[in-house]
T-cell receptor, first 111, second 115 residues
Framework: AQRVTQPEKLLSVFKGAPVELKCNYS??????LFWYVQYSRQRLQLLLR??SRESIKGFTADLNKGETSFHLKKPFAQEEDSAMYYC?????????????FGTGTQLKVEL | EPEVTQTPSHQVTQMGQEVILRCVPI?????FYWYRQILGQKVEFLVS????????KSEIFDDQFSVERPDGSNFTLKIRSTKLEDSAMYFC?????????????FGEGSRLTVL
């Protein structure tokens, strides 16, 4: 089955510490993968997509086909990074595709 | 910056009542979506809409649900006879490209409480 898995519901780190939010996928073929973020009282928004290979707000994510992972990383966490992070995978269906989200990881950056 | 807007932000209804949630997608977008999130659970896909018809729907989107784009600007989700388990945050989203290729822009959500 095609799906995306985020094993951690909550990740708590201290300011300045490295962050790694885990995402594993199950997909036949070459997946497109995305990270979406929801800050407190704000709407869900795109953080980055693997195909662009860019760093957004200091975050990067590399697609590792061998490990079927797309972990989100940042070398030094900032307080404003506290948010809910969702890994997302478009799943091909008969009607097109649908963007499917993982269960999300709440990142809490403590001072 | 253009945004997806949703109304109402919160609606409380009695079980069995009809509910219509409204969305105004970004004006030049062609693909429209509804997602829902039950408290404490994941964001779940409900339906996608393109070219005035449903292109994909999930098993959640049963006969009690319908979507419509009545006037070229609004995109509505109707629940005909609400159940307790329909209580959730409902998110509308739109995109210029199919969801596999492009960014989805989300509204702030409509919280539905069914009593």
């Amino acid at each position: 089955a095609q799906r995306v898995t985020q094993p951690e519901k909550l990740l708590s780190v201290f300011k300045g510490a490295p962050v790694e939010l885990k995402c594993n996928y199950s997909y036949s073929g070459s997946p497109e993968l995305f990270w979406y973020v929801q800050y407190s009282r704000q709407r869900l928004q795109l953080l980055l997509r693997h195909i662009s290979r860019e760093s957004i707000k200091g975050f990067t994510a590399d697609l590792n086909k061998g490990e079927t992972s797309f972990h989100l990383k940042k070398p030094f966490a900032q307080e404003e990074d506290s948010a809910m992070y969702y890994c997302a995978l478009p799943i091909l269906t008969g009607g097109g595709n649908k963007l499917t989200f993982g269960t999300g990881t709440q990142l809490k950056v403590e001072l | 910056e253009p945004e997806v807007t949703q109304t109402p932000s919160h609606q409380v209804t009695q079980m069995g009542q009809e509910v219509i949630l409204r969305c105004v997608p970004i004006s030049n977008h062609l693909y429209f979506y509804w997602y829902r999130q039950i408290l404490g659970q994941k964001v779940e896909f409900l339906v996608s809409f393109y070219n005035n018809e449903i292109s994909e729907k999930s098993e959640i989107f049963d006969d009690q649900f319908s979507v419509e784009r009545p006037d070229g600007s609004n995109f509505t989700l109707k629940i005909r006879s609400t159940k307790l388990e329909d209580s959730a945050m409902y998110f509308c989203a739109s995109s210029a490209l199919p969801s596999g290729s492009g960014e989805l822009f989300f509204g702030e959500g409509s919280r539905l409480t069914v009593l």
